[in-house]
């Protein structure tokens, strides 16, 4: 800029200003966001905290739940008149599901003379909260005395979603929501995927012994020789527990029929064995950790599985079991230990020594839409009809653009235990539920606002004897 004279206190001085910094050469917002809570439409009031964010950027939080990010714009997007960048990060809000965030900005064909700052619309940050429980007792009694209820049936039968909705005057939406083990692996707009209900059921692969296994041999012969190879390990049952023993397949004889045969074992029996004692060709383990965000397992042994094929990890464990489909099995020559690929990645962390079993689906041909927008981890579905309470355990989740979900199901009814006491499925994105009590003919219901600063909502009901 041109020198100028500048007079202070009667003295001149004659000053050369800085040329103005270029707008784009400015620290200034890059991402203006506001969170909401889905149910009461405000803003949270715990503070919000970005991670993962794009580098270069500063997470920035202000009260009323506006949060951010900001920088230098030419130098995170030098070339933003002819192209557009990825700008994403993750947000945590105490009592509130992670929420991921991913746009583009740009082009801008003006840039470098001028930025625009990405201004991101209410209803792409909503907040969805931590799921909590609703449990109780249900007692009978009349005026002399009272007593648990055992065997009576708990069930939630409607909904209201905004905490404004139950005025009074608005009457509560049918109940069409279902419990998902785990919660969801990806967003799904609403309308966008099918819910088709399925039974999955365990690979069976047992085997007998057609001739008795002598102390001291190490050739067994078995009913059939189908899925089993070097490497399997076995369990030979007999009528006295303490006689199981468990040994590795060293190799099955050749036979290309796989029928049934002599197949040698790595080390000798303990004990005889009697025809057709049961021989239980025990399923693969993991060995090493599969950690959370990993879609790779590394297995004990790889023989019966293939691309396209659905295992289970942790099936003994309800709340940790998930079911994947295989992507990428190993070469058929390397069917001994090693990884597998997986379709998506794992909800959970398992252990090393975990078992993985091949399982088979069958499809029962009821087929749901998704009803509501749902993000990662959300675990109460909404349906656009509701699925009969059967024998129905689980669903696939699919959009016909990526990898397809499997999840076991639990509808939100149970029933009283000897104690009368109850406890249903985990329940969020609902502010107020109506929960009806059925025992033969004598029923009652009531309304339960959600509080979900606390993990238990409990809520008793009493029928009368009659």
Known sequence: MPRRVVMHNQVNYTITPDDAVPVTDRFQA???????????????????????????L??????????GCSGIPASLFPLLSLQNYPVSFDIEVPGYLPLSFQSIIGPQPTFPASFTPLEVPDE??????????ICGRVMEGNEVTI????????????IWRLQSDPDGMT?????MMLYTLPSLYFDHAAGSATVESSNIERTVNDK??????????RQIELSDRNHIGTGYRIAIHDADPARTEYRTIQSPAPDPTRGAGLVDLTRPLEFEHPIDSLVEILPPVLLDYAYAGSNELHLSERINIGAGDIIVIDEDDEYKAEYITIA??????????GPVTLVHPLAYNHNINTTVRRVDKQLTATTRQ??????????????????????????????GMGPTEIHAIRHYSTMTDTAGYFRLPPIHRVAEVVIEVREGTRTASKNLPLDYNNRENRIDFKLEIP
């Open 171 to 175: 009457p509560p939406e049918d109940m």
């Open 147 to 158: 007593a648990p209820l055992s065997s009576a049936e708990v069930m939630i039968t409607g």
């Open 370 to 399: 998704i009803a509501r927008d749902a993000i990662t981890r959300d675990s109460s579905l909404f349906l656009n009809n509701a699925l009969t309470p059967t024998a129905v355990r689980f669903v696939e989740i699919a959009t």
């Open 58 to 67: 500063v997470p920035k939080y202000v009260p009323n739940g506006l949060i």
């Open 208 to 217: 007998v012994l057609t001739d008795i296994a002598l102390a001291g041999t």
């Open 30 to 56: 890059i991402v203006k966001a506001r969170l909401k809570d889905e149910i009461t439409d405000n803003a949270p009031v715990a503070q919000a905290r970005i991670t993962n964010i794009v580098p270069g």
């Open 124 to 133: 792409d940050l909503v907040l969805h909260r931590e799921p909590v429980v």
């Open 328 to 337: 990428a099995p190993p070469a058929t020559a390397d069917r001994g230990p």
